[in-house]
C-alpha cells in the first residue's frame, strides 16, 4: 500500500466532507504508522466530525501524551469533551489550549463557552 497516496486520498475525502470515508482509509496507515502525529490527528478530526467521539478522544490523548505541547490536540480534545457532555474534563484541555494560544478566538470562546456551563462563566 502506497501510504502517502493513501494520506492523501483521505484528506481528499475529508475536505470533500466525507470524514467517515476519510477514517476508514486513515485507520489502517495509523496502524502501520503509529508515530505519525499528523495522520493520527487527521483521524482524529475525522471521528469528530463524524461523532466518533470515542475514537476520536482515544486518538486524541495519544497525542496529547506523546507532545503536551500540542495546543491544537488539547483543544480539539476539549471540544470532543464538551460534545460528550464532559464539561468539567473538557475545561482542563480548553484552559491549556488557550493558555498556549490566546491569540486564537476558536479556542477562547470554546473556554469561554464550557466555562459558564461548568458555572465559572463571567
Known amino acids: 500500500m502506497d501510504l502517502l497516496a493513501e494520506y492523501r486520498r483521505a484528506t ?12 476508514r482509509l486513515l485507520e489502517p496507515i495509523v496502524e502501520a504508522e503509529p ?3 499528523s495522520v493520527r490527528q487527521l483521524l482524529a478530526r475525522a471521528y469528530f466530525q463524524s461523532a466518533q467521539l470515542n ?8 497525542l496529547v501524551d ?7 490536540a488539547h483543544h480539539v480534545l476539549g471540544r470532543t469533551l464538551e460534545r460528550m457532555n464532559r464539561h468539567a474534563d473538557a475545561l482542563r484541555h480548553l484552559r491549556i ?23 465559572l462563566g463571567r
Open 12 to 23: 481528499m475525502f475529508f475536505e470533500a466532507g466525507d470524514a467517515t470515508g476519510a477514517a
Open 66 to 72: 506523546r507532545d503536551p505541547s500540542d495546543h491544537y
Open 55 to 62: 475514537r476520536a478522544e482515544e486518538q486524541l490523548r495519544e
Open 97 to 119: 489550549a488557550a493558555a498556549m494560544y490566546s491569540t486564537n478566538d476558536d479556542y477562547t470562546t470554546a473556554l469561554r463557552r464550557v466555562e459558564t456551563r461548568v458555572g
Open 35 to 37: 508515530g505519525n502525529s
